[in-house]
């Protein structure tokens, strides 16, 4: 093949020069894609949420240590199964390069916008809800999504909080029927219908606000507006939404939602002396999961417990001490474990005992995603998807690891409820610090074998749902 080449002519003596030049760029590009040599950091190390003292190498982990030995788990562009792929040093520091790129799908349900995913608690609880009625969505998302959107700007867009408010009112207006039809029961229809007479009003007055462009109302009239909302979602809720598989019908379960309070004092803040969060579990969606939580906080289990990890990415307990690392049933002596157990959107009935990326099904992302601060999951041993017991951890949205909608977290570890209320609290909880109680104060009448292993109730049995 032939090979055209430059020749120097007169009017060319600057070409050794540019020849040069280009040489100097390329060599410069090769520096900058390599950031390390710069003296940059492309890589964030941190720690997964684990069960604090993996059994199968208890020997290297002293009891005195509350924090977990780090699992391999190296970052990858293509598909988050290739993390956990041929790793056989199950005690070597945990990495995470974001270099590489490792940013899977955005949610597709639960978002603000197509670039934010919502982040409130109260919202993903109202997303979660296992009802399929248009028009009630359709006004939540105005109001939520939309105003949310409209305030978040410093200059607030009086334009898209006006379109909220008209498109929620024609909603009602032409599909108030559509609405009611969902609504479970007679009593519930006469509160559902006393519920959109209020949103009404309350959208009048938000016209007011719009007028005088008062924007520190808007928040506060939005809530109000939304708090009702959720009234008549809850109570379009025909029941309890699948199937129990048999193999944990024996096993606690809660089959709607729990409120839980809990108390911890803070020994090492020089703000707080401590105080209460308010936490929903929710038992549709992981109805195991969260039955067994609720189980123990009514047993009494982590009363007086403390916190055995806090370190900027997760505030981590439930570790009670014995060389089994969680719950012993006082029936059968045995330690008790919960499968991994994971409802994926469009799904009718959890994922169980896997990851999705262990079922191929890395890209689908689950109902209760890691969207929000005090996102409540259970720690686990890393390669044992059913080893959860009795630790769990609170998610501390702000570390860079967990970009709403876009983290390693989702489909590998089993959320099931939110802090709605007290949040604040959590970002000065520190290792040590005391878990005085967690009670359960609304849920127990939705809980299947409360506080007890065998004979087992029917899992699959009528239950009255809780909303919590």
């Known amino acids: 093949m032939l090979v055209p080449t430059l020749r120097p002519t007169a ?60 699992l391999p788990f190296e970052g990858e562009v293509k598909r988050r199964s290739a993390l956990v792929a041929g790793l056989t040093a199950p005690i070597t520091p945990l990495s995470l390069s974001f270099a590489e790129g490792f940013f899977p799908q955005t949610a597709q349900a639960s978002l603000l916008t197509a670039q934010q995913p919502v982040s409130d608690p109260r919202e993903l609880l109202r997303d979660a809800l296992p009802i399929n009625n248009k028009p ?27 379109d909220a408010v008209s498109q929620s009112q024609k909603v009602i207006s032409k599909e108030k029927g559509s609405i009611l039809k969902d609504v479970q029961g007679d009593v519930a229809k006469k509160d559902a219908q006393a519920s959109l007479a209020s949103i009404e009003t309350k959208l009048g007055e938000f016209q007011e606000i719009i007028d005088t462009k008062d924007k520190q109302e808007i928040p506060i009239k939005q809530q109000e507006i939304l708090s009702l909302i959720e009234r008549i979602e809850t109570d379009m809720v025909a029941g309890f939404p699948f199937k129990i598989p048999d193999d944990y019908q024996n096993m606690p379960l809660l089959k709607g939602r729990a409120k839980l309070e809990m108390k911890v004092t803070c020994t090492q803040s020089t703000l707080t002396k401590g105080g209460t969060m308010t936490i929903v579990v929710d038992g549709f969606n992981a109805p195991v999961t969260a039955g067994n939580f609720v189980d123990l906080a009514n047993r009494k289990f982590y009363d007086g417990m403390k916190i055995q990890r806090s370190d900027g990415f997760v505030v981590q307990s439930g570790d009670p001490g014995n060389k089994q690392t969680g719950f012993i049933d006082p029936v059968t002596k045995q330690l008790r474990t919960v499968p991994l157990e994971i409802m994926v959107q469009g799904d009718k009935a959890p994922v169980y005992e896997a990851t999705l990326d262990d079922v191929g099904r890395f890209k689908d992302l689950p109902i209760l995603p890691f969207n929000a601060f005090g996102t409540l999951a259970m720690a686990r041993n890393e390669f044992e998807a059913n080893s959860a017991s009795s630790q769990f951890f609170f998610l501390l949205k702000e570390s860079e690891l967990t970009p709403s909608g876009t983290n390693v977290l989702d489909g590998r570890y089993g959320v099931f409820g939110y802090i709605t209320e007290g949040k604040d609290l959590l970002k000065e909880i520190k290792q040590g610090d005391i878990i005085d109680y967690v009670k359960v104060v609304d849920g127990l009448q939705s809980m299947v074998n409360l506080g007890q292993s065998a004979p087992a109730e029917d899992a699959n049995a009528a239950v009255t749902p809780s909303m919590a």
Do not use: H, Y
């Open 136 to 162: 009630i969505r359709k006004i939540q998302k105005e109001i939520f999504a939309k105003i949310t959107e409209a305030v978040r700007v410093p200059n607030v867009k009086m334009s898209e909080v006006q």
């Open 11 to 70: 009017n060319s003596s600057g070409f050794p020069l540019l020849v040069a030049l280009g040489f100097l760029l390329v060599a410069l590009a090769a520096v900058l894609r390599s950031p390390n040599d710069l003296g940059w950091s492309t890589r964030t190390v941190v720690q997964l949420p684990k069960i604090s003292r993996v059994r199968c190498f208890a020997e290297t982990s002293p009891r005195n240590a509350p924090s977990v030995p780090s």
